[in-house]
């Protein structure tokens, strides 16, 4: 939470008015009222550099104490309940009034527990973690960890034996009893452990599944969960790839997150739903079947979101949007609404509350951990349509830095036990790498007041008809489905529709064609319907569809058979759907044509007609008429459209930027003599700069190419465009960085690049800076000469400064460069991966290098204590969160060029908008000092070496069977071709820059750690 203290620094008097104002016209008014001036985390502060903050914030209700959200709909603001503090084992815990917690089972019993789940006799399983941070195929070696069987042999609530069940397991993330036996997730398997002696020790230990992938975070599997069908279901995380035999025979092979169930016997396996996600964990299963799960990274991180929970639907894609859900089929543009959002809070333990313990209110609530977020939720599902509306509630909340929960479920008494793994786990962590495997764990048990001893077991709830019907795929459940089709409950006509997709009789085609139609249909239930029609597969019914006086049931046709092979050759239908007078089937049209790039030839004449008509479209529709063009760019004849329009100047801007947007290795010939053309007819500067991005977002590695530069500076009346003399640096900046590497830079040229190189220098002509010298080649003596320049060189500068000396380096030109290395304020600034390209291709001074590694390594060891020695320097200042906020946006800190704060800010890095709700003051400082330290999930670098030996250093963007994009820093992306990649390994690089700490002053940092740790 934002403290009124915090309120009043952050907004000037007049702020505060306006904002006021603003509430009180609209429906926020209530809560700001409510809870006192007091903000939420649900603020996405947008902050702009100067002046009052009024004009850059936003205030949502996402993930606050008290919030309502949904798929659909919205339900009734939730009040916040009144609370209650307990100071127990080292944490002040606030649990709703009429609740009391306790040790279930303390830290010398079960110091470091991940998950738990009861046997039919009340005996607690838990996952206990060795507190081993290694590899995870080191892990997968050694098997560190174990699994103990806690018992209350007393009754008194407290567990007081443990004996160890399984003495050694890879890191286990999931635990299900069922039948006699302990299943447990230890990727890359899903392991069974039975005790048939009955001595407490499991001897019997089988391969229930194996998904035979195991990546860098051990994210690949969690799991099992038992669901009331009978079938067990877990989760697929990460993106490797795993391939399956499904039951119909056919082969699926897949790198995206999935929930997958089977058989109790291993067999029958199919996935449920299809995700984009890094992490999907737990799964629960409402009375009526319906399954919700826990995950990170369903968005790309934006404005504080980024984790939560789903209502998993059958057949749905859900995010993030990126390669690996491509390769599936869609049923709509957009992807499948999400139930709630928790921002950055790695969402894990689920629970379905069965009990009447806790009152009637909390019966079928959801319980879920929030491991960055140190609390447990509670959420409040209500039946909306087809899918639910969500409440959601803080419940249990710990002050402890070091609290971490990591599953929660129900005792045979209806109490909640809580499982705190502890500080222990640091893998894929994004907090300080200095582990804690001594801060252990607990297990706590939580009790509403006054509840009574004694609770009967919960009765089985019968699986609902139709959803029977699906599972098993009943023919004879025909009629009955399709008569549910017309139900005025929306949730049973899903269920209908999914149960006639599984059974996948054609005769059922017309009536879901016809069911589409109805408006008052929601999103899952269109997908339904949709995905029922892509399950029967059949093209010709399907087709009738397209005939439909329904722009609904025209739109679900044209999608389902750009699936099928037997008709998405086929462009007719979605060419004629392009100028349809309904938006969302032209948006779908768009969307299928988009995914076949050949389709081009077909488009050629569309495209013209809009340059030829330009001045008729709005802001918005020339920038999708340019999204759209820039996905069939490759195709020779849209190219040849863009060169006509490029070489008048009346349409050359929009032509322009879908040239620099292309992301082409080679400038197109038709494009080359399009841009000397445009030349003689550039009247203003902003034309002239626009097509030399052309010219530098292409390598012009060709002689043809370095010919058009040339010819293109030649046409270009400067004169005209500069009358008072040479252009500015800025502009001379972008030439050099857009010329073609054969052009060498002069002596005047270096000595400008290295002027504006300079820490001091403006952003922007500082980037060009660098490009400029990574453009081309230099001499010897120009190298040594920019070597000497880097210690007054901005740390976001330096990889792209010291990728220039890896081309052709010589002894001599090394040796400078490592004499200025050795300087301490440079040697903060790299690593021995940042060097290693450069000093292996100079045999000679091995020994030097070797030498220059081993200061490196004493720096890295005295981390620790530097950082100890800066935070204590730094909490000795005054701190201001607007200065901070200040220095965030400056040049000389360039944050915002990389993360987003609310709606401002880049997108390379993390998403800031939250991070002070989880991360302390040590782990901001570590994370600006030392960047290199952890890596957040998804923002992980690797390091691609190409077949020609060039060494790429970033973050994969995209990542398909033919290219990967990586983003290099702030402003520089690279496309590498599959074909072109030697090898692909993790980085230990961030390509967020080190050296911040030197880069500015000691104000400027405590001032910046201010405004982060407000940024909540």
């Not at 635990?175 to 036996?181: A, D, H």
């Not at 799964?283 to 979101?305: D, L």
């Not at 050099?736 to 040229?749: F, G, I, K, N, Q």
């Amino acid at each position: 939470m934002l403290s009124y203290t915090h309120w009043r620094i952050l907004f000037t008097p007049a702020d505060r008015s306006q904002l006021a104002a603003l509430l009180r016209r609209t429906s926020m008014l209530h809560a700001w009222l409510r809870w006192r001036l007091s903000l939420g985390s649900g603020i996405f502060l947008a902050l702009l550099g100067g002046g009052g903050l009024l004009s850059s914030v936003l205030v949502g209700a996402a993930g606050g104490t008290a919030t309502s959200s949904a798929s659909e709909g919205k339900a009734s603001p939730a009040v916040p309940p009144a609370t209650r503090q307990f100071r127990l084992n080292g944490h002040t815990f606030t649990l709703p009034d009429g609740f009391v917690i306790e040790v279930a089972a303390a830290s010398d019993l079960a110091p470091r527990p991940i998950t738990a789940a009861f046997d039919d006799q009340g005996r607690l399983y838990v996952a206990d973690s060795s507190g081993s941070n290694e590899n995870v195929q080191i892990q997968l070696q050694k098997k560190p960890h174990r699994i103990l069987r806690l018992e209350d042999t007393n009754g008194d609530g407290v567990f007081d034996k443990a004996n160890v069940f399984v003495k050694n397991i890879m890191f286990p993330e999931g635990t299900m009893w069922y039948k006699g036996s302990l299943y447990v997730a230890a990727p890359p398997q899903i392991l069974k452990f039975t005790d048939t002696d009955g001595d407490g020790q499991a001897d019997r230990e089988e391969v229930w599944f194996d998904g035979k992938t195991l990546t860098g975070c051990a994210n690949d599997l969690h799991g099992p969960y038992l669901g009331p069908d009978g079938y067990i279901y877990w989760c697929k995380g990460a993106f490797a790839r795993q391939e399956y035999t499904l039951p119909s025979g056919r082969k699926f092979v897949t790198r995206a997150a999935h929930i997958f169930r089977a058989t109790p016997d291993g067999k029958q396996i199919e996935p449920v739903i299809t995700g984009g996600m890094d992490n999907p964990v737990d799964v629960v299963f409402m009375p009526n079947g319906e399954m919700i799960f826990s995950t990170t990274f369903f968005q790309h991180p934006a404005y504080g979101k980024r984790d939560g929970l789903i209502h998993a639907i059958y057949g749905g894609i859900y995010g993030k949007d990126h390669d690996p859900i491509y390769e599936h089929p869609w049923t709509s543009p957009q992807l499948m609404p999400v139930l709630t959002h928790m921002g950055p809070a790695a969402p894990c333990g689920l629970h379905r509350y069965t009990s009447d313990q806790f009152g009637p209110e909390y019966r079928h609530n959801l319980f879920c951990c929030q491991f960055n977020l140190r609390k447990v939720s509670r959420h409040v599902l209500t039946p909306h349509g087809s899918t639910y509306t969500c409440q959601d509630f803080d419940f249990l909340v710990s002050d402890n830095i070091d609290f971490h929960p990591t599953d929660v479920l129900e005792d045979r008494d209806g109490s909640l036990l809580v499982v705190d793994t502890g500080g222990w786990y640091k893998i894929c962590c994004p907090t300080s790498q200095f582990m804690k495997p001594d801060v252990t764990g607990a297990i706590y048990r939580i009790k509403r007041v006054g509840a009574h001893q004694q609770r009967q077991a919960p009765l089985p709830e019968p699986l609902p008809r139709l959803k029977r019907i699906a599972l098993e795929r009943d023919a004879s459940g025909l009629k009955e489905a399709l008569a549910a089709l017309r139900d005025a409950d929306l949730m049973k006509r899903r269920w209908a529709a999914e149960a006639l997709g599984r059974i996948g009789d054609p005769q059922a085609v017309p009536a879901l064609l016809e069911a589409l139609a109805d408006p008052a249909n929601d999103r899952p239930l269109d997908h339904a319907l949709t995905y029922a029609l892509l399950e029967i597969g059949d093209a010709s019914a399907t087709a009738a569809g397209l005939r439909h006086s329904s722009p609904r049931v025209r739109r679900a046709a044209l999608t389902v058979l750009s699936y099928l092979p037997a008709a998405r050759s086929d462009p007719q239908p979605v060419l004629a759907a392009l100028n349809d007078p309904d938006a969302d089937l032209r948006a779908t049209a768009w969307w299928i044509a988009g995914r076949n790039p050949p389709w081009g030839e077909h488009l050629a004449g569309y495209f013209r007609n809009q340059f030829r008509h330009l001045e008729r479209l709005d802001a918005a529709q020339r920038q999708e008429l340019v999204d759209r063009l820039t996905r069939f760019v490759t195709h020779p004849l849209i190219q040849q459209v863009v060169a006509e329009a490029a070489a008048q100047e009346k349409t050359a801007p929009l032509a322009l930027t879908v040239m620099a947007h292309s992301r082409l290795k080679t400038l197109p010939e038709s494009w080359q003599k399009a841009l000397i053309a445009l030349a003689p007819q550039i009247t203003q500067r902003s034309l002239y700069e626009a097509a030399l991005a052309v010219f530098r977002a292409v390598p012009l590695n060709s002689p043809a190419e370095a010919r058009s530069f040339a010819a293109f500076q030649a046409a270009l009346p400067l004169a005209r465009l500069w009358p008072e003399g040479t252009p500015p640096a800025e502009v001379r900046l972008l030439i050099l960085a857009s010329r073609p590497p054969s052009h060498t830079l002069s002596e005047s040229d270096l000595a400008l690049t290295l002027e504006y190189l300079h820490r001091q220098a403006d952003t922007s002509p500082r980037a060009l800076a660098a490009a400029a010298l990574a453009r081309g080649p230099l001499s010897a003596d120009q190298l040594r000469r920019l070597a000497r320049t880097l210690p007054h060189v901005h740390p976001l500068e330096i990889p792209k400064v010291l990728d220039v000396f890896s081309k052709t380096p010589s002894p001599e030109v090394v040796r400078t460069l490592l004499e200025t290395l050795e300087q301490p304020e440079c040697r903060s600034l790299v690593r021995r991966e940042m060097l290693q390209p450069i000093l292996d291709k100079v045999p000679a001074l091995r020994a030097e290098a070797e030498r220059f590694y081993a200061l490196l390594e004493q720096d890295r060891a005295a981390e620790k204590a530097r950082l100890d020695q800066l935070l204590a320097e730094l909490q000795k200042l005054p701190a201001d969160v607007r200065r901070g906020q200040r220095v965030f946006h400056s040049a000389k800190a360039n944050c915002a060029a990389c993360h987003k704060v609310g709606y401002v800010g880049g997108i390379v890095g993390p998403d800031l908008t939250r991070i002070g709700s989880i991360r302390g003051e040590r782990d901001l400082l570590e994370a600006i000092v030392f960047p290199s330290a952890s890596f957040v999930r998804s923002y992980e670098p690797v390091r691609v070496i190409t077949a020609d030996e060039r060494v790429l250093n970033g973050i994969i963007t995209r990542d398909n069977p033919e290219e990967i994009v990586l983003v290099l820093d702030a402003d520089k992306q690279e496309r590498v071709a599959r074909r072109d990649i030697a090898s692909i390994t993790p980085s230990t690089v961030s390509i967020m820059p080190a050296g911040l700490d030197q880069q500015l002053t000691r104000q400027e940092l405590a001032d910046l750690l201010a405004f982060l740790k407000a940024c909540r």
